[in-house]
């Protein structure tokens, strides 16, 4: 099993660019499993800054399990089996992936209550005053490494089908099914988001560590708002990718996105 990498980005907003540079690199491939990173005194150099700032830096890649100190050869890039998984989805057929993802990944419920929404899911949902929701928060891991952190609103009239027994170990859309719930369209958003300390927590990264945010209102039929979801991903563990084709003629040629039905998401070593 890969090894777990929690961030550890060092205090000092110099070391901890560095580090980030570096840890993008390394995570990015542009820095291969095997390869050698400059000196400290040739880092420092081409950074601007101290070499004991640099060796901060370089501590904070070494405590994530991203690169090793050899005698005689230096600091190295680590082997491939030591990186993280990374979950990879395409984005023109990101739902039915995440849909495929929920069967192949397990999660962790880690908490379950019934209350008032935030003005916010309830306006994103379209309830009435004083409808109640239940609201789970619930980590998905892959190969039991954590990489996404989802918090979910569903009307109560809805939830009462179910119990936290049941979307512990069950995908929350298959408990929908069984209510007879049926889904018709979503509004998505992708942005970005920084941690906080409890999701930094659960997804084991720093407080203020970047995160993939992803929002999703899903509907039915009738236009009826029937779950909120809120998922914040790892980028170092989940990443979207969309293949685009040229179409439309002349002047008026375009970028459109290609779905294919048979994209899967899938973790890599």
């Known amino acids: 099993m890969p090894q777990i990498v929690t961030s550890q980005a060092p205090d000092g907003s110099k070391a901890r660019r560095v580090y980030l540079l570096l840890r993008d690199e390394i995570l990015g491939g542009h820095l291969a499993p095997g390869d050698s990173l400059p000196g400290e005194l040739k880092l420092a150099q081409i950074h601007g800054i101290s070499r004991v700032t640099i060796r901060r830096a370089l501590d904070g890649l070494l405590a994530d399990g991203l690169i090793e100190r050899r005698p005689g050869s230096g600091t190295v890039v680590r082997a491939p089996g030591t990186q ?123 407080v203020g560590a970047a995160l993939i945010s992803l929002t999703r209102v899903v509907f039915d039929a009738a236009d009826n708002g029937v779950e909120h979801l809120q998922a914040l991903y790892r980028p170092d563990r989940y990443r979207l990718e969309m293949t685009l084709d040229r179409a439309g003629q002349a002047d008026a040629r375009y970028w459109a996105a290609v779905v294919d039905n048979a994209a899967t998401a899938k973790a890599t070593p």
Do not use: C, K, N
């Open 84 to 206: 993280p998984v990374q979950i990879i989805a395409d984005f023109a057929t990101l739902m039915p992936q995440l849909r495929r993802m929920a069967e192949d990944t397990t999660a962790r419920l880690l908490s379950f209550s019934y209350g008032m929404p935030t003005s916010h899911v309830a306006e994103s949902l379209g309830l009435p005053e004083g409808t109640r929701v239940q609201r789970a928060v619930r980590l998905r891991l892959s190969r039991g490494l954590p990489f996404s952190h989802l918090t979910t609103h569903v009307p109560e009239a809805i939830a009462e089908g179910y119990s936290e027994a049941d979307l512990a170990t069950t995908p929350l859309f298959r408990l929908l099914e069984r209510r007879g719930v049926q889904v018709d369209h979503a509004r998505q958003t992708v942005s970005a988001i920084l941690a906080t300390p409890e999701v930094a927590e659960s997804l084991e990264v720093t």
